[in-house]
T-cell receptor, first 112, second 111 residues
Framework: DGGITQSPKYLFRKEGQNVTLSCEQNLNHDAMYWYRQDPGQGLRLIYYSQIVNDFQKGDIAEGYSVSREKKESFPLTVTSAQKNPTAFYLC???????????FGPGTRLTVL | RKEVEQDPGPFNVPEGATVAFNCTYSNSASQSFFWYRQDCRKEPKLLMS???SGNEDGRFTAQLNRASQYISLLIRDSKLSDSATYLCVVNNLPNDYKLSFGAGTTVTVRA
C-alpha cells in the first residue's frame, strides 16, 4: 500500500535533548512538508522540500532542521533551541504543483 | 490579518440537519482551495477540492466566492460520522507549493 509513515506515534524527551522525527513516503511524490499543530491553531509550516537535496524554511523554522537526501525520506530534527517543542507534528507530501497534500499519521512529541 | 480565517464553532446540529460555514482568505491571487477533515488527534484528510464553479460530492457542497474572498462548505443530511473539525486550506501565492491552513471549524452532530 502506498502512503506516508511517521514514527514514532508518541515521543517523550527531556528538555535540552535533540530529537529526530521520521517521515517516509512511497508515493513517489516530489515535495514533502513538515507542519506543527498546537491546540486550537491551524497547521504551521516548519520546512518544505520540493526536490532531493533542497529544502526551504517555512514560517516557524527556528529551532528545527531537516535533510532531504532521498526522495522518500524527510526527517525533522527538533533541537534544544526550539523553545516550546511539545506539539503534534505532521508530515505531508504532494506530487508537485499546487495539489492536495497527503498527510502521515503524525507524531505527538512531549518534552518534559 | 491571518491568511485564512474560520469560525471555530462548534456547530452543534442534530442528525439530518444542514450545516454550513465559511472561510475567508486574504490573498486575492490564491488559486487553489481545499476542504480537509480532521478527526480528533488524527491527521487531516482531503474532503474535497473547491472549484470556481462550485462542486458537490454526495452530501457535501463547496462554493468559492472570489469577489468576497471566501469559500463555503455545506453538509446536508448530517450524520453522526460527520462530527469532525473541517480545515479550510488555500495556497499562498500563484504557483507556490505552500498552503495555508485555517484553524478549523468544529462540527458536532448529535443523535
Amino acid at each position: 500500500d502506498g502512503g506516508i509513515t511517521q514514527s514514532p506515534k508518541y515521543l517523550f524527551r527531556k528538555e535540552g535533548q535533540n530529537v529526530t522525527l521520521s517521515c517516509e513516503q512511497n508515493l513517489n511524490h516530489d515535495a514533502m512538508y513538515w507542519y506543527r499543530q498546537d491546540p486550537g491553531q491551524g497547521l504551521r509550516l516548519i520546512y518544505y522540500s520540493q526536490i532531493v537535496n533542497d529544502f526551504q524554511k517555512g514560517d516557524i523554522a527556528e529551532g528545527y532542521s531537516v535533510s532531504r537526501e532521498k526522495k522518500e525520506s524527510f526527517p525533522l530534527t527538533v533541537t534544544s533551541a526550539q523553545k516550546n517543542p511539545t506539539a503534534f507534528y505532521l508530515c505531508a507530501s504532494t506530487p508537485g504543483g499546487i495539489n492536495e497534500q497527503f498527510f502521515g499519521p503524525g507524531t505527538r512529541l512531549t518534552v518534559l | 490579518r491571518k491568511e485564512v480565517e474560520q469560525d471555530p464553532g462548534p456547530f452543534n446540529v442534530p442528525e439530518g440537519a444542514t450545516v454550513a460555514f465559511n472561510c475567508t482568505y486574504s490573498n486575492s491571487a490564491s488559486q487553489s482551495f481545499f476542504w480537509y477533515r480532521q478527526d480528533c488527534r488524527k491527521e487531516p484528510k482531503l474532503l474535497m477540492s473547491v472549484y470556481s464553479s462550485g462542486n458537490e460530492d454526495g452530501r457535501f457542497t463547496a462554493q468559492l466566492n472570489r469577489a468576497s474572498q471566501y469559500i463555503s462548505l455545506l453538509i446536508r443530511d448530517s450524520k453522526l460520522s460527520d462530527s469532525a473539525t473541517y480545515l479550510c486550506v488555500v495556497n499562498n501565492l500563484p504557483n507556490d507549493y505552500k498552503l495555508s491552513f485555517g484553524a478549523g471549524t468544529t462540527v458536532t452532530v448529535r443523535a
